[in-house]
């Protein structure tokens, strides 16, 4: 502060404008982060809510019927949230657009969560079926309002639950994943 000593008024006030002004930009550049990574979900087109669903007692395999059978897991058509919704809260705003959607038979552009790299092979059904819950991957789903990653699904993590298994030399196998 004592080299301030030496300059007239005007430049200091100039001084303080360029530091408040830094301290706005400062402030924007962080407000901008903090609202980047918080919600996922703003972006999505429905505001759509696991746990409202997990309440009322519907299995994920219900709405994500991949996973009994196939590598992907899926997501429901707009025509099976009309199976409930063409009747069930239909003065709620949410299923007003998804009404909207269903009435233009348009899909809806669900932002994805979860994605592997091309070069990776996954299977949900494999996992299913050897009794791996989905919990293991994904988190406690049910009580989300906003399907969002808990986990980093890195290769770390993929092996480490291989390690674990009975026959882990055969999964530990680079081309298991890697085909
Ligand atoms: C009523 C249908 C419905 C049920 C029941 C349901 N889901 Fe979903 N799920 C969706 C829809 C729609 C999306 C896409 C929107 C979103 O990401 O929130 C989704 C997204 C997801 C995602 C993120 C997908 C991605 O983009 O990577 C995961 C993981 C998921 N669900 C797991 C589960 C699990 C686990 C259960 C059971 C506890 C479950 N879901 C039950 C409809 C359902
Ligand atoms: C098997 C029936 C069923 C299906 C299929 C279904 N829902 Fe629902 N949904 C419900 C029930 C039950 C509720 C809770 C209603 C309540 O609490 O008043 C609900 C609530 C909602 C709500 C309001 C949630 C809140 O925050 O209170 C939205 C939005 C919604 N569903 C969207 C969807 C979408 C989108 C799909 C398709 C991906 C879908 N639902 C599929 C039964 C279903
Ligand atoms: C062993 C880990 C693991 C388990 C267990 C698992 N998932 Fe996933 N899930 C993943 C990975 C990895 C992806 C991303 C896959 C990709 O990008 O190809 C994913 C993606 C998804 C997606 C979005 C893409 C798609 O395949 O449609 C949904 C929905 C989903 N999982 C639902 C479920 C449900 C429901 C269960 C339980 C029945 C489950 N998952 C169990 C690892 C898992
Ligand atoms: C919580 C434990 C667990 C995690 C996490 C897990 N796996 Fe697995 N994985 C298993 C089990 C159990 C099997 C089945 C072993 C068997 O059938 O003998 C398996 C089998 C496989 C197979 C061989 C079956 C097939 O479909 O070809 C592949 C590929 C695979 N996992 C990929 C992955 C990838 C990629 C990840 C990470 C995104 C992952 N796994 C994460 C437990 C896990
Ligand atoms: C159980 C599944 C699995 C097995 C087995 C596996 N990988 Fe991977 N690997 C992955 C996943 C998942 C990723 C993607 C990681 C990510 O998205 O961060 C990956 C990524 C990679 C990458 C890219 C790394 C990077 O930082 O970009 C290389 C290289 C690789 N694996 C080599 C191997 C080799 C070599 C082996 C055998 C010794 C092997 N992997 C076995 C699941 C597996």
Redesign the pocket.
Known sequence: MRRLAGLSLRQRLMLGGAAAGFGIVLVAILLLVLTSTTDAADEQPIKFSHQAHAKNDISCQFCHVGVTHGPVAGIPSVEKCMGCHSHIATANEEIEKLTQYWEKQEPIPWVRVNR?PSY????HY??VA?G?GCG??HGDVKTMTIAEPVVE?NMG??LD??AE?E?KDA?YDCA??HR
């Open positions: 592997q990776v092979y996954f299977n494999s996992h050897a791996v293991s991957c699904m993590f993929c639950c291989h298994q026959n999964l298991v994943c």
